[in-house]
């Protein structure tokens, strides 16, 4: 099974922060990489899906870059619905895995 | 608008089962490879597994910690996807949701999640 690793696990920042989340695939996955966002007691929604492209909806503030093993998700302005936890996934291969997720916390 | 409600957690002996299903509306969901993710209590997300579309085989696969245990199949004429867990241990407990899939440029991805389902395995 391919493993993702996320990182940080945590992150705290104040609004209008730059945020840079990184994960690392355990072999190449090309761009089949996709990012969510969960807010508490809700389920996942998608953020960024072929490493780069935007779910239709997604503030341009979010965004996505890599190939291969290593991977970002960046948000240029955070605003106060951004605070949330982030989980990268990989679709490459079955099982299609998670990273640990990385919460980010406001300062 | 898309709907995806999650029916049949509740709690369950260890060694018991039990059987989720999601109806769903919305979308086309015979042409849709559909698929379950889980999250244990305060931990992350976790794949349990992918069925195909009927035209795409309607093939299966599923993650190492349930694979043997857990079945995901689908009714068309219904819309509904269901997921059979039977052998139920303490850590299946977790919020299942139903996901259906799209491919974009040959990438896959988790495009609608329902609000999921609690199963708790406890004696």
């Known amino acids: 099974d391919i493993q993702m690793t996320q990182s940080p696990s945590s992150l705290s920042a104040s609004v209008g922060d730059g945020v840079t989340i990184t994960c690392r695939a355990s072999?190449?996955?090309?761009?089949?990489l996709n990012w969510y966002q969960q807010k508490p007691g809700t389920a996942p929604k998608l953020l960024i899906f072929g490493a780069s492209s935007f779910q239709s909806g997604v503030p341009s503030r979010f965004s996505g870059s890599g190939s291969g093993t290593d991977f970002t998700l960046t948000i240029s302005s955070l605003q106060p619905e951004d605070f949330a936890t982030y989980y990268c996934?990989?679709?490459?291969?079955?099982?299609?895995?998670f990273g640990q997720g990385t919460k980010l916390e406001i300062k | 608008e898309v709907q995806m409600v999650e029916s049949g957690g509740g709690l369950v002996n260890p060694g018991g089962s039990l059987r989720l299903s999601c109806p769903a509306s919305g979308f086309g969901f015979s042409g849709t490879w559909m698929s379950w993710v889980r999250q244990a209590p305060g931990k992350g997300l976790e794949w349990v597994g992918r069925i195909k579309s009927r035209t795409a085989g309607g093939t299966t696969d599923y993650g190492e910690a349930v694979r043997g245990r857990f079945t995901i199949s689908r009714d068309d004429s219904k819309n509904t996807l269901y997921l059979q867990m039977n052998s139920l241990k303490s850590e299946d407990t977790a919020v299942y949701y139903c996901?259906?899939?799209?491919?974009?440029?040959?990438?896959?991805?988790?495009?609608?999640w329902g609000h999921g389902a609690l199963v708790t395995v406890s004696s």
């Open positions: 996901t259906a899939l799209a491919s974009s440029g040959g990438i896959i991805f988790d495009i609608f």
């Open positions: 996934q990989q679709s490459y291969s079955t099982p299609y895995t």
């Open positions: 072999q190449t996955i090309s761009s089949h």
